[in-house]
């Protein structure tokens, strides 16, 4: 799992450290780190091979003509493998570095299953938007559920 945030330099040559927790979790679900233009966001966003696998089979279960079957289709062409360096660095391609206006650093934003990479700004202006939508709204509602393996005890 992705938790936690980190701010790392990135060099002029687009190398930026992946923080040690996520190279773990990437190393136990199959090594590489797959980056790709966020679909919502003005970020980049970086997950496993194994979780990039469970969204094909989601795209192959849509309609192959439909509009989101297309976007997501984009999105696979558009993404990165990754492998990095004996220092814990990749080299995010200068097309990512541009569409998420990254300058100095990047912030890695760990939100579970996969992360999200964000210039210094951007983030900035998400997290003052998300604290106001909390100030103004209160927290979501959750309803969390067991784990098969809890309701098979029972």
Same mark, same amino acid.
């Given at each position: 799992?992705?938790?936690?945030?980190?701010?790392?330099? %990135? *060099?002029?040559?687009?190398?930026? @450290?992946?923080? +040690? =927790?996520?190279?773990?979790?990437?190393?136990?679900?199959?090594?590489? &780190?797959?980056?790709?233009?966020?679909?919502?966001?003005?970020?980049?966003?970086?997950?496993?091979?194994?979780?990039?696998?469970?969204?094909?089979?989601? %795209? *192959?279960?849509?309609?192959?003509? @439909?509009?989101? +079957? =297309?976007?997501?289709?984009?999105?696979?062409?558009?993404?990165?493998? &990754?492998?990095?360096?004996?220092?814990?660095?990749?080299?995010?391609?200068?097309?990512?570095?541009?569409?998420?206006?990254?300058?100095?650093?990047?912030?890695?934003?760990?939100?579970?299953?996969?992360?999200?990479?964000? =210039?210094?700004?951007?983030?900035?202006?998400?997290?003052?938007?998300?604290?106001?939508?909390?100030?103004?709204?209160?927290?979501?509602?959750?309803?969390?559920?067991?784990?098969?393996?809890?309701?098979?005890?029972?």
């Amino acid at each position: 799992m992705f938790l936690s945030t980190s701010h790392n330099k %990135i *060099d002029k040559k687009g190398r930026v @450290s992946v923080p +040690a =927790s996520y190279r773990n979790q990437l190393e136990i679900e199959g090594g590489s &780190l797959i980056l790709f233009q966020s679909l919502q966001f003005k970020c980049l966003e970086g997950t496993t091979v194994k979780r990039m696998k469970q969204y094909i089979d989601a %795209i *192959d279960d849509l309609d192959a003509m @439909s509009n989101e +079957a =297309s976007i997501l289709r984009m999105m696979m062409a558009d993404s990165f493998e &990754l492998k990095y360096d004996s220092e814990g660095r990749v080299v995010v391609p200068e097309k990512l570095i541009s569409f998420a206006m990254i300058k100095n650093t990047a912030v890695f934003m760990g939100i579970g299953r996969s992360f999200l990479i964000w =210039s210094d700004s951007e983030y900035k202006n998400q997290y003052d938007k998300t604290q106001k939508i909390l100030s103004k709204s209160g927290p979501p509602k959750l309803i969390l559920k067991t784990e098969r393996s809890q309701v098979d005890d029972r």
